[in-house]
């Protein structure tokens, strides 16, 4: 039997009933054996039958195969490039995490917000690059044209300063201010960046007070206690008010002072080498590429931004303001000034006497009837301590929920409103304004200290006991200092513009290595000067007939573009600190505007530049004496101002249009759009 099985196999001989057919099996196992063969090549070319490891002759199923029937063998196929690729892809990722991660840690992102800045400076620059144009370019062009190019470009921009944060936001909002100098859809987007801006945890608060006061703890710092212990004064967690840099948390301190302390955002230290950094790079490209003298202005700014990041300087600016103020006696008892506690403040933590008053854009509340009482003012009013608040509800409030981040302990102190809550302080907006104006026109022209942020955030109104408004302002980080040469020949060319003197007006922009002074003119009266020769505005508007609108549009921007480089013709020379000045007075007049124009600032502000003059000490007698009779001339000369003033306030009262400030900004915003520009100044409505 065993020698049997091992014979090869052969089918049976064909069945006598069918001739040339085997048996079932035998056929079955000729299929299989036929199937196998053409499927893994079991036969050779010559037919005959392969061995079951591919050797021709007969079929052996358990004869092993000679080494030298199996062929050479052949190497392991190697992945070579596949496994370096995979490396190279593992050590980038490796190093790109470790990159970010660091970048995260250390910098705040800064380095990620630079890059992100490159990224959208270089799209926008190709942008304009290739569609500022008068007809758009075929395929690629936008059908909306130059309008729809500054649209979108304006809404990537205000996308990446939100995005970014800290100091990009006070560029956004430096930008926001300067509205004669950018095309409508830039100003609208910007108009949205006075928003509130999203507060830090408890956590990195508590983290910024320990490195700045040496390892103590916030309790041991302002002494204050957030279990409810006796003698120990209370500090809200929450923030009462959050903006791009810092944020505000209300505190009442052991011996009964209530306080605001102003505490840095941690990552701001962090950031504001890139941001400055990348600020410089992109401004140096554009001014490059665009052909415009803007880089000379990056240093001042930049010097400007860092200081205001330095709360130590903020004092040292607020300080001096209110001794300004309280040695002028225009101002003394209408403008105050929060003192600062300096033992309780540092580089990033700023801590003053806490203020209780109405801001400014809140202008129902400031008009709104008095019901606090005949011969009482506000809470706080002269820096009057504040009533205490029921300290053993606060302390029965801590003891119950004294790990709770959204306590609510400072009193509100409302009842001057009344009981319906209608009531307001019941002053003036001609007091607010005349007070703000005076505030603003001293710094200029007679003190050279100027506080370049007024805008309606950082400026409170309290009622006075006599029912006169007072003028709390804060937030000092942003000032310039002007020296006595720059601040008289400011004073002069403002006076100047009002009698219309294009004489000293030349000589004085001459001086400031300025060429366009009909704009410059123009520019710093936040109205069309009218008493120029008119060259610049004939140059702006002439031989334009026969273009299309999109033509016309192209080339009056371009014109505007060599305005700009005129007005910055000598970057030398040129006066950096204008840029802040001209922002104070756009600010200033804003604030006016939106009050609804009550008083007539031009010549407010004119009266101011005049008397400065021969007020100022640091002149001799000889010419103090003359500027004192030039000003006693100029003041008959100004008094025709005001037949203009009370004509447009008859028309306001009679329905008939609006105030002198608006009527002044719709006849610039004509003359602007003649010369291709659009001027969007409702910067502080909504």
Known sequence: MAARMLRPWAPCPPSSLFPGRHCCQCRRLLQTIRYRASTAGAFST????????????????????????????????????????????????????????????????????????????????LDYKLNFRPEPLPLIG???????????????????????????????????????????????????????????????????????????????????????????????RTARASASVAQVHWARLPDGREVAVKIQKPEIAKQIGWDLWAFKVVTKVYTAWFDLPLYSLVPFISERLMLETDFENEAKNSELMRQLVQDEPALRGRVYVPPVYHELSS?????????????LWDKDALTAPWLGGYGRGSPGVHGAQLDPPDMDAIRRELRENPYSNTQKLKPERTEWRGPRGKGGLGVSTKDVMTTMIDLFSAQIFKWGVVHCDPHPGNIFIRRLPNGKPELVLIDHGLYVYMSDKFRREYGVFWKSLMTFDNKKIA??????????????????????????????????????????????????????????????????RWPKELIFIGRNMRIVQGNNQYMGSPVNRVKMMGEWASRSLFED????????????????????VLAMTDIAFYFFKLRQWLGKGGGMEDELEAHMKVVAKEMGVELQHDLFEG
């Open 46 to 125: 010559t037919g005959r039958l392969r061995n079951t490891y591919g050797a021709a002759g007969p079929f052996e199923p358990l004869r092993p195969p000679s080494p030298s029937s199996l062929g050479a063998p052949r190497a392991a196929r190697s992945y070579h490039r596949t496994r370096k690729w995979g490396r190279r892809l593992l050590v980038l990722s490796v190093l790109f995490g470790a990159a970010y991660v660091a970048d995260r840690q250390i910098y705040a992102s800064g380095v990620a917000r630079s890059l992100r800045t490159f990224g959208l400076g270089v799209l926008v620059a």
């Open 142 to 236: 936008s059908k909306g044209g130059i309008p729809e190019l500054h649209r979108r470009n304006a809404e990537r921009l205000f996308d990446l300063l939100r995005q970014n944060g800290g100091l990009y936001l006070k560029i956004g909002q430096a930008i926001a201010m300067q509205s004669a100098l950018l095309p409508p859809e830039f100003q609208r987007m910007f108009a949205r960046m006075f928003d509130d801006a999203p507060q830090d945890t408890w956590e990195e608060v508590e983290t910024v007070i320990r490195e700045d006061f040496g390892g103590r703890s916030v309790e041991e710092v302002f002494g204050v206690s957030f279990a409810g212990v006796e003698g120990r004064g209370v500090l809200e």
């Open 347 to 359: 580089k990033r933590v700023l801590t003053t006497e806490w203020i209780e008053g109405i801001r």
């Open 507 to 572: 000589e004085i922009t001459a001086e400031w290595g300025i060429k366009a002074a009909d704009l410059f003119a123009s520019a710093t009266l936040m109205r069309p000067y009218e008493g120029g020769d008119e060259n610049f505005k004939n140059k702006m508007l002439g031989s334009l007939d026969g273009k299309t609108a999109g033509e016309r549009s192209y080339e009056m921007q371009q014109r505007m573009k060599q305005g700009i480089r005129d007005v910055l013709a000598d970057e030398d």
């Open 617 to 636: 000490k640091g002149l001799p007698w000889r010419d103090r004496a003359a500027n004192a009779w030039r000003h006693l001339l100029f003041k008959a």
